[in-house]
């Protein structure tokens, strides 16, 4: 069966410091793999995704993530966080179609902390 | 952008009641919306498949005759638990997919708690 694990359950950093969660799978075939971030009292929004091509993704607000087929991972990176970087992320992989969409699996999330 | 939104947003029942979650997309067409759970400190669990005009799709170990899930136009879906007891106290979200690009986008979430 499909998995997803988020590797750090908290992270706290200073505003300016460098950011990468990790986030690993397990599905033997092809990925689609997403990043989503939930801001507190906000709803799932989208970062990045990955289908194909480039495996280096760029998404919103400066954060990038690197698709690495031998190790499974989607690893999500930022140079630089911001204190309004603070929320929970989330990785998330594709489990197949239904009605022609993406069915998703979620990792447990991160929750970042940003202090100023 | 595209907008999600659920209702309520929290709830209280007591043991035993049925309690319907709304689901709709603002300014857009959803054909298909999905429903997850999500526990305190964890991820989100998907239950089921809503596609407007057919049976939801439900996965593997989720009751359908406990959650009714009804997609009767493009912009709304319905999911209803039914007889709830407190282990079905939970934090639901809906997602929906935008027709014209594909996009998933997510609604804020429903709290049910069941007394």
């Known amino acids: 069966a499909q998995s997803v694990s988020q590797h750090n359950h908290h992270v706290i950093l200073s505003e300016a410091a460098s950011l990468e969660l990790g986030c690993n799978y397990s599905y033997g075939g092809t990925v689609n793999l997403f990043w989503y971030v939930q801001y507190p009292g906000q709803h799932l929004q989208l970062l990045l995704k990955?289908?194909?091509?480039?495996?280096l993704v760029k998404g919103i607000k400066g954060f990038e993530a690197e698709f690495i087929k031998s190790k499974f991972s989607f690893n999500l990176r930022k140079p630089s966080v911001q204190w309004s970087d603070t929320a929970e992320y989330f990785c998330?992989?594709?489990?197949?179609?239904?009605?022609?969409?993406?069915?998703?699996?979620f990792g447990a999330g991160t929750r970042l902390a940003v202090h100023p | 952008g595209a907008v999600v939104s659920q209702h309520p947003s929290w709830v209280i029942c007591k043991s035993g009641t049925s309690v319907k979650i709304e689901c709709r997309s603002l300014d857009f067409q959803a054909t298909t919306m999905f429903w997850y759970r999500q526990f305190p400190k964890q991820s989100l669990m998907l239950m089921a498949t809503?596609?407007?005009?057919?049976?939801?799709?439900?996965e593997q170990g989720v009751e359908k005759d406990k959650f009714l899930i009804n997609h009767a136009s493009l912009t709304l879906s319905t999911l209803t638990v039914t007889s709830a007891h407190p282990e079905d106290s939970s934090f639901y979200i809906c997602?929906?997919?935008?027709?014209?690009?594909?996009?998933?986008?997510f609604g804020p979430g429903t709290r049910l708690t069941v007394t």
């Open positions: 998330a992989v594709n489990a197949g179609f239904s009605g022609g969409y993406n069915k998703l699996i």
């Open positions: 997602s929906a997919v935008d027709a014209a690009n594909y996009e998933q986008y």
């Open positions: 990955y289908f194909s091509g480039d495996p």
């Open positions: 809503s596609n407007e005009g057919s049976k939801a799709t439900y």
